[in-house]
């Protein structure tokens, strides 16, 4: 979880309400009042997937860091 410029939450995580057999990244924006902002899930069935961090650059876009595993393969996206 970190602290964004608008003083809200942006945070990464997984879960599986999208593939209920392997865990699917998440990325979510809150406001200051802890409200959902947006959320976004990247699904990729079959595969178990780690949101491990995610940042708001100066320009105002925000960078995602992905974990991906496949239980045979581990690589960085």
């Known amino acids: 979880m970190e602290k964004t410029s608008d003083h809200g939450l942006i945070m990464a995580g997984f879960t599986t309400r999208l593939d209920p057999e392997n ?3 998440f990325f979510t924006k ?12 990247f ?3 079959g595969n178990t997937d780690f949101g491990l961090k995610i940042i708001q650059i100066p320009d105002g876009y925000v960078a995602l860091v992905k974990y991906f595993q496949d239980w045979e393969n581990k690589r960085i996206w």
């Open 23 to 25: 865990y699917d990244v």
């Open 30 to 41: 809150l406001n200051v009042c802890g409200e959902k902002e947006w959320c976004k899930i």
């Open 43 to 45: 699904s990729t069935p």
